[in-house]
């Protein structure tokens, strides 16, 4: 059956939806995001056309690609009868079964990653050839029950608990499919594999080996770490029904509608790569570089509030990367992107920001900040370094005194500086991370 099942792995987001050939030219999609680029691309070299497709729950880390698929290509929608969506759908019940036309789509509810959380079972007669698991039973895991409402955490992890016992009664021969895996902040905690089988499971996840509920519940709870604010609201968005979205090139602004658009409050995100950031910027600007996890950043830096986002930008970057990756976590303002990028700016003579950037041996005479997950800070950090986490950091919560931010690499602590620069703070940014500190300076960090 694996080989009629495409994995469409979105790096940045750490999920996988699945395309599967249902025979005759037909498919079905699972869990897609309303960036369909390489959806499309995988149907059309296969000469595939998409007519149903399914969602495992309200996702929080994207915008669903279901009622896109429906709108442009004719696609029907499953979902969870628990989800009260408000688009047209086929609301499916515990056990019923949709007809793919030779195969079987059964739901099964498995809440406890949301309240209406359902997988399926991908039929062929009593066999079961696939279950989709999305945010249930994960590689090694399952994923965080803390989404819906902190009030409900334990509800759903108990909920969590009973579903992974549920799928446990599938054969162990079952290939299973998860949406969630490593790098997603819906994972608790993310494994390296994303796709396993019942069997190996049950043989190596230590969750759900565990058949004292209360041990499961305390042992899930103790891994979930934070999670972009943008988690709280695209929820609603799905239920709702992702509307049609702008997906045309990124406007070009002149130097004059860039500096009108940040008087007025704009955010001007730089995706530049963090040495160029360093070299040279507009004055508070934001530094996020295009890379995957962009969509992640930006979510997590910048509020959905409808303040116009404007983007600088290198040439040989994809401009249309930046629009959907800003698209797919609901950023509906893009104001555009400055005309010839940051060397308009810096040829007309006007003010120029630049970050330091400096080496381990440069550290000590700062106030080292580390930005990382505090599970990261946990698994190494320069001695004497302070944690705050990147989506915590502002001039206030930073200790006081000159700062040198850091991390892995150095994207993420510009970002860090980037906020502080403008907020007042002296600010200078390690240089390839905790890592390369400790090869500069021959010590160890401190776990």
């Avoid at 507009?282 to 983007?311: E, N, Y």
């Amino acid at each position: 059956m694996s080989e009629r099942v495409i994995a469409l792995l979105d790096e940045g987001l750490g999920n996988q939806a699945y395309l599967v050939d249902l025979g005759d030219g037909r498919a079905l999609a699972l869990d897609a995001t309303v960036d369909l680029r390489t959806l499309d691309h995988e149907a059309a070299t296969r000469g595939l056309r998409v007519v149903v497709a399914a969602d495992t729950h309200l996702h929080a880390d994207f915008l669903s690609g279901s009622t896109r698929l429906a709108r442009r290509d004719g696609a029907v929608i499953l979902g969870s009868a628990l989800g009260g969506r408000l688009f047209e759908h086929v609301p499916m019940a515990d056990g019923q079964a949709y007809d793919l036309g030779g195969l079987t789509l059964v739901g099964w509810t498995t809440p406890g990653h949301t309240d209406e959380h359902m997988s399926y079972l991908l039929m062929d007669g009593d066999g079961v050839l696939a279950a989709f698991t999305g945010g249930s039973l994960i590689v090694g895991s399952a994923a965080r029950t803390d989404l819906v409402s902190p009030g409900r955490t334990d509800e759903l992890a108990r909920a969590q608990f009973r579903s992974l016992r549920r799928l446990a009664q599938l054969p162990d021969s079952t290939p299973v499919f998860p949406t969630h895996g490593a790098g997603s902040f819906c994972s608790a905690p993310p494994g390296a594999d994303r796709i396993t089988t019942i069997g190996r499971e049950k043989a190596t996840n230590a969750l759900m080996a565990l058949e004292d509920e209360d041990e499961f519940v305390a042992r899930l709870l103790a891994s979930l770490g934070t999670y972009p604010p943008y988690f709280r609201r695209l929820g609603a968005v799905n239920r709702d029904g992702v509307p049609d979205l702008d997906t045309g090139p990124l406007a070009r602004l002149g130097l004059r509608e860039l500096r009108s658009l940040h008087a007025s409050g704009a955010e001007i995100v730089d995706v530049r790569p963090s040495d160029q950031f360093a070299a040279g910027h507009v004055p508070g600007s934001l530094a996020i570089a295009l890379r995957p996890v962009l969509a992640t950043w930006l979510g997590w830096m910048v509020p959905d509030d409808g303040t116009p986002l404007a983007f600088v930008r290198n040439g040989d970057q994809d401009p249309e990367e930046i629009v959907w990756q800003a698209r797919k976590v609901g950023y509906g303002n893009l104001a555009g992107e400055l005309d010839g990028g940051f060397a308009t700016w810096a040829d007309a003579g006007l003010p120029v920001g630049r970050t330091p950037l400096v080496d381990g041996h440069a550290v000590a005479g700062a106030v080292p900040l580390d930005i990382r997950q505090a599970n990261e800070f946990a698994s190494g950090h320069v001695p004497g370094a302070v944690n705050v986490e990147l989506g915590d950091v502002t001039a206030e919560r930073a200790p006081a005194g000159s700062l040198v931010t850091m991390c892995g690499g150095s994207d993420r602590a510009m970002t860090a500086a980037s906020v502080l620069e403008r907020e007042g703070r002296e600010v200078s940014v390690l240089e390839g991370g905790t890592g390369a500190w400790a090869r500069a300076t021959g010590q160890e960090l401190v776990t």
